[in-house]
């Protein structure tokens, strides 16, 4: 059974600051998803990842993939109040498989 | 731009109604899929779809059915609504370039 970690589960962060999230995965997979939540709302893709060493960047959002060592990063650069949300990654285990989803990580950038 | 639309976006229900959610995309996915979401416990998959009339049970199949008579829409049924199937309904489609939430559900049941 694939198994999903985030962490850490909650972050509070000063603006200006650079923080990372980590999300480990217990098998292989070459599919990996970031998403945001907003309190009450759905959730927003923000990167697709889909093979090793892939990095893409919006913003002051940057996300990678090592499927090697089976860990994805997203990294906050200078973070902003506009940031604060729930992130999630979601891990594809194979294409056309079912979305395995990591806890989430509430991040909350004060001024 | 890929949409995913979910029917309504509040419903209230009675207890012991059949209440039906239903799930629309237009980017042609093969994968489609409910959750559901709770303070908590994160986001649980209820079913999923793979292709037209195929469907496999997530991890909380109890008290739901599901329909997918035409690849686009995708249908989550609730037999006989109960009062701890109050929650957050998420649907999403995929394909092998990524996947995608609608709007949300947000359901009472009372």
């Known amino acids: 059974e694939l198994k999903v970690e985030q962490n850490p589960l909650f972050l509070s962060m000063q603006e200006e600051k650079n923080y990372t999230i980590y999300c480990n995965y217990s098998?292989?997979?070459?599919?990996l998803y970031w998403y945001r939540q907003d309190p009450g709302k759905s959730l927003e893709s923000l990167f697709v990842?889909?093979?090793?060493?892939a990095v893409k960047q919006e913003g002051r959002l940057m996300a990678s993939l090592d499927t090697k060592a089976r860990l994805s990063t997203l990294h906050i650069t200078a973070a902003v109040h506009d940031l604060s949300a729930t992130y999630f990654c979601a891990v594809e285990e194979t294409s056309g498989s079912r979305l395995t989803f990591g806890e989430g990580t509430q991040l909350t950038v004060n001024p | 731009d890929v949409k995913v639309t979910q029917s309504s976006r509040y419903l209230v229900k009675r207890t012991g109604e059949k209440v039906f959610l239903e799930c629309v995309q237009d980017?042609?996915?093969?994968?489609m899929f409910w959750y559901r979401q709770d303070p908590g416990l994160g986001l649980r998959l209820i079913y999923f779809s793979y292709d037209v009339k195929m469907k496999e049970k997530g991890d909380i199949p109890e008290g739901y059915s599901v329909s997918r008579e035409k690849k686009e829409r995708f249908s989550l049924i609730l037999e006989s609504a109960s009062t701890n199937q109050t929650s957050m309904y998420l649907c999403?489609?995929?394909?092998?370039?990524?996947?995608?939430f609608g709007q949300g559900t947000r359901l009472t049941v009372v």
């Open positions: 999403a489609s995929s394909f092998s370039g990524g996947a995608f």
């Open positions: 098998t292989t997979s070459d599919r």
């Open positions: 990842l889909l093979s090793n060493g």
């Open positions: 980017m042609d996915h093969e994968n």
